[in-house]
């Protein structure tokens, strides 16, 4: 007795009418099939494909990070079918479609036997084998409505995938077939195509896999989600027709150990992730940026471990593109707007050897007493002692800051703060790491401020008219040099060395921001802690071989200063013309005890007049402080408080007298007031003081 003779008629009655739906098939696909077009151009589905990864781009197309957007599938790149491996290409043809290269889209004698083996499995209550080949099953991954619904296809679904196969066939070439086939096939759970399968399952792309992983990669095909143990058996049949066959052991510990766990595909790209995490908003997305992924990882490399709470950037001074932005582990920690604290000080600086307040040999005092504004001194800081400029602004100092604030005038100090696009308020600045970075760009630049930029300009004219000057090339220079090293060369001279960089850190200390320029790049490092180091490597790591400093402008007066008593080692500095000296006097205390002037120091002083009388005091002082200590400004009288004094600075040329309690004239000097005009571009770089802020440093 048969096997259906023990199921009973009704079974064979449903076996034999499935066999009268099969040999209809096949009748009906030997006759003649539509003509008209049913499946798309191969570029027209390459171009449709979208990776389920965004990717972002360095200057030169290289990939910097790849940030997963779509969470329905897993897809990667289009995979050419040219860089597939041989065996991939050979496990494919011989486990889903040997006549691959001899048909035209349908396999005629595989689907005659087929169809006549369907019968007995019908009738045996098997499942029955297919006969679709691999243009038939890339017909259905094309078009859903021919793909597999439920168990089996219906007559009408297998007619017309048989029609669009023979449509790509027509169309497009072989390898096109296999390129894409290999690219829109699911292979297991969510991953689809070739390139997520091998990155997923074996961590490598599609050219590197060999005979082993071929097998089981295609044994996938039939069934992406099916256990590990019937893959295992269905690799074994497909490797017995390969030539040599790889051994079914090893396939079935492969599949074991591959199959049996999650996959893990982690981001191929990693080297700005953060920046990738607030850049990248669609899936399959490219997004081109100004970053070059040679100095990026130089500056990954040079930050170490220290990368995780650090965030540093990379300007190139000539067009303010970013070069390198790292900003943490997680967000973006390179635009988070954070205290400045003395980080402006070389602004600050500037803004005093510009009107005249100072110069490079200058000498300040560096304790809490007398000063014109209130403040509150943190341990260990202010040594009570006098220290030049020069020495001042290289250690950030705290209280010689003050004391220029003073003679400079808050509104001052905020409308070249607001030229340099660093908004303050009530006396303090929060900025992003590039944006502080930016205006010491324009210190490298000769005092010329332009945009910083991270994603390319369309035209070279987008951004014409976005340069207009902040500092005079003199003073720019002059607030590098101080901030430089120097070494000594064999002549006796001295040189300066190729970078400038300050140090600064906010009040609580909460903030430490290192800043500095070579000639080729502006490089700007902020943590939570001291990272004046991390400055050097990352400033050697880009820029291992500086040029050295620019020469000084014309204009600017080199003297050999030295100090009395000799608070510092003598030494070459540059001036503004009119304030020159090769002496400086740096005692505050006359030899009998008796007060003298401190500020203002003699020569001539520049107020601006966009500011309006009386929003710039000057500060007068005298050391030490004594009782009834009496100021006269031409023979007018000034009020003061322990021998310090406030005056709207007047132009014209002006005598100062400090006198005792009992009108006694201890000391006099003289000095002179002159009216600086700013410019039209100056004027005009100048926003009102409450603009909102502008776009987002991404936009720019």
Same mark, same amino acid.
């Given at each position: ?204 792309? &599609? ?394 120091? &003699? ?74 005009? &700013? ?22």
């Amino acid at each position: 007795m048969t096997a259906f003779q023990r199921r009973g008629y009704p079974a064979r009655r449903t076996a034999l009418r499935g066999a009268r739906y099969s040999f209809l098939f096949a009748l009906a696909v030997m006759t003649t099939l539509p003509a008209r077009a049913m499946a798309p151009d191969f570029d027209t589905v390459r171009a449709a494909w979208r990776s389920s990864e965004a990717r972002l781009l360095d200057r030169h197309g290289q990939p910097l990070a790849e940030l997963r957007l779509d969470f329905s599938e897993r897809r990667l790149d289009w995979v050419d079918a040219r860089t597939l491996s041989p065996p991939l290409v050979r496990a494919l043809l011989v486990a889903e479609d040997k006549r691959f290269l001899e048909h035209s889209g349908v396999d005629w004698t595989a689907l005659a036997g087929a169809t006549w083996d369907n019968i007995w499995r019908t009738l045996e209550g098997r499942r029955p084998r297919g006969a679709s080949t691999l243009t038939m099953q890339l017909a259905g991954l094309i078009d859903p409505a021919l793909s597999l619904q439920g168990k089996r296809r219906s007559v009408g679904q297998k007619w017309d995938q048989a029609a669009a196969a023979r449509d790509i066939e027509r169309r497009w070439n072989k390898a096109q077939i296999l390129e894409a086939y290999f690219n829109l096939a699911p292979f297991r759970g969510e991953l689809r195509g070739i390139s997520a399968a091998s990155h997923g399952l074996f961590g490598k792309d &599609p050219g590197s896999i060999d005979a082993r992983e071929a097998v089981v990669l295609a044994a996938l095909l039939r069934g992406p989600n099916a256990p590990p143990e019937r893959v295992a058996r269905r690799a074994c049949a497909v490797a017995k027709r390969l030539s040599p066959p790889p051994p079914c052991e090893a396939l079935q510990a492969l599949a074991e150990r591959t199959l049996s766990q999650r996959y893990r595909l982690e981001p191929r790209w990693q080297d700005a992730l953060p920046l990738a995490r607030r850049l990248l908003r669609t899936p399959g997305e490219r997004r081109t940026t100004t970053l070059d992924v040679r100095l990026q990882k130089k500056t990954l490399d040079a930050l170490g471990s220290a990368r995780r709470d650090a965030a540093a950037i990379v300007l190139d001074n000539l067009t303010g593109e970013a070069l390198a932005w790292v900003g943490g582990e997680d967000n973006d920690a390179v635009v988070r707007r954070l205290p400045a604290g003395s980080a402006i000080q070389p602004f600050l600086y500037g803004l005093a050897l510009e009107q005249r307040w100072i110069s490079a040999a200058s000498v300040l005092d560096d304790s809490p007493t007398l000063l014109a504004l209130p403040a509150r001194p943190a341990a260990g800081e202010g040594s009570g002692r006098l220290l030049s400029v020069r020495s001042a602004l290289s250690r950030s100092a705290e209280f010689p800051a003050l004391r220029l604030r003073a003679m400079v005038g808050d509104e001052a100090l905020a409308q070249r703060l607001r030229q340099l696009e660093l908004e303050s308020s009530a006396g303090s600045v929060r900025a992003a790491l590039p944006d502080l970075a930016n205006a010491y760009r324009a210190l490298a630049n000769e005092g010329l401020w332009s945009p910083w930029l991270l994603e390319p300009v369309s035209s070279p004219s987008e951004g014409a008219g976005s340069e207009r000057r902040v500092w005079s090339p003199a003073v720019a220079w002059l607030i590098g040099d101080l901030l430089s090293s120097r070494s000594s060369q064999a002549n006796g001279g001295e040189r300066r060395l190729g970078f400038a960089r300050a140090h600064g850190r906010s009040s609580d200390g909460g903030t430490h921001w290192t800043i500095g320029w070579t000639r080729r790049y502006t490089i700007a490092v902020r943590g939570s802690q001291p990272i004046e180091g991390l400055w050097q490597s990352v400033a050697q790591a880009v820029d291992p071989l500086p040029q050295e400093g620019l020469p000084p402008p014309a204009g600017l007066e080199r003297t050999r200063v030295h100090f009395e008593p000799d608070i510092e080692p003598e030494r070459d500095e540059f001036f503004l013309p009119g304030t020159r000296q090769a002496f400086v006097d740096a005692t505050h205390d006359l030899p009998d005890g008796r007060p003298r002037i401190v500020l203002p120091a &003699p020569g001539v002083k520049l107020v601006s007049a966009a500011i309006p009388g009386g929003r710039q005091p000057l500060l007068f002082e005298a050391r030490p402080p004594q009782p009834g200590l009496v100021w006269h400004i031409n023979g007018e009288r000034v009020p003061a408080v322990e021998g310090r004094a406030l005056w709207a600075p007047r132009p014209g040329r002006h005598r100062l007298v400090l006198e005792d309690a009992t009108g006694l004239q201890i000391e006099a000097t003289e000095f002179e007031i002159r009216l600086e005009h &700013p410019t039209a571009d100056t004027l005009s770089a100048l926003p009102a003081p409450r603009t909102p802020p502008g776009p987002t440093p991404a936009s720019r």
